[in-house]
């Protein structure tokens, strides 16, 4: 059967995808677009460009399913080493797809949040993201979360830094930090840890995305290349999120003592 996002509750059982068992949280690390590119011996940018139509059909699958967020490393603070041409390339297709997809997210409920340093981006990219998050603020469908310029330890830094602020104000005490002061200073404050992190094109690192908060992720590793991901590979990603146990480092438990295990975390 040929899966699009049309996809209905009927598809998730022919998948063998129990809707009641979906991830809150779904993080991508959107790998592969470069080498997609050079395989038909065609220049960088086009993969990042076909790499577009993936992030449309993921946001809308996710969106079909009731997933409510989705979290897409977009661009890293590595990435700022590329050669200029391609970051250059790559900021215009930002820019693009912030303008272009800005009525379909107002239409369809999404709300788009932002972490990393956007500072660092061109003023006109920076304009046109501040003004796609402000629009979208109060939207109550699916949250996508874009990780632009974004470094998972200068944010964990960053967040110690504010965390000494406040000691130092006196509105802390060293005694009373714990995992929540730190997790409501990350930039994802709020946001629930995702459940599933997917990663394209078969590397298997983190590649300093979301080191704090994928402490219990479930990771699924993919060869498929970004701008080749559809519909199809992220259900069967679900799939095989929803065939592992989560113990979240305690003993099996039956399914309503594991819900309990994970809220606790």
Do not use: C
């Not at 603070?77 to 041409?85: F, L």
């Not at 003023?123 to 974004?150: C, M, P, W």
């Amino acid at each position: 059967m040929r899966v699009t996002a049309q996809a209905n509750l009927r598809d998730l059982a022919a998948h063998g995808i129990d809707p009641a068992r979906l991830p809150e949280h779904v993080a991508i690390i959107m790998d592969g677009n470069g080498r997609w590119a050079q395989r038909r011996g065609l220049n960088r940018l086009y993969g990042h460009r076909r790499g577009k139509t993936s992030v449309r059909a993921i946001v809308q699958l996710s969106r079909k399913l009731g997933i409510r967020y989705l979290s897409l490393y977009a661009f890293s603070t590595e990435n700022w080493g590329r050669p200029t041409d391609e970051v250059s390339g790559l900021m215009r297709l930002l820019k693009h797809y912030l303008t272009t997809e800005l009525e379909r997210m107002m239409k369809d409920r999404v709300r788009l949040m932002v972490i990393g340093n956007p500072r660092k981006l061109p003023k006109d990219v920076q304009q046109a993201l501040r003004h796609s998050v402000e629009q979208t603020r109060h939207n109550d469908g699916l949250t996508v979360i874009l990780a632009l310029s974004y470094s998972a330890r200068e944010e964990i830094a960053s967040a110690m830094r504010a965390i000494a602020r406040r000691v130092k104000r006196g509105d802390l005490e060293p005694e009373d930090i714990g995992e929540d002061t730190i997790a409501q200073s990350l930039g994802t404050a709020g946001i629930p840890d995702p459940d599933l992190l997917i990663r394209t094109s078969g590397e298997v690192r983190l590649s300093n995305f979301l080191l704090w908060q994928v402490a219990y992720t479930e990771i699924y590793i993919t060869e498929t290349l970004w701008p080749d991901f559809r519909e199809r590979d992220f259900l069967e990603a679900l799939r095989e999120f929803q065939s592992r146990e989560r113990r979240f480092g305690g003993v099996p438990e039956a399914p309503a003592d594991q819900g309990r295990l994970r809220a606790a975390h």
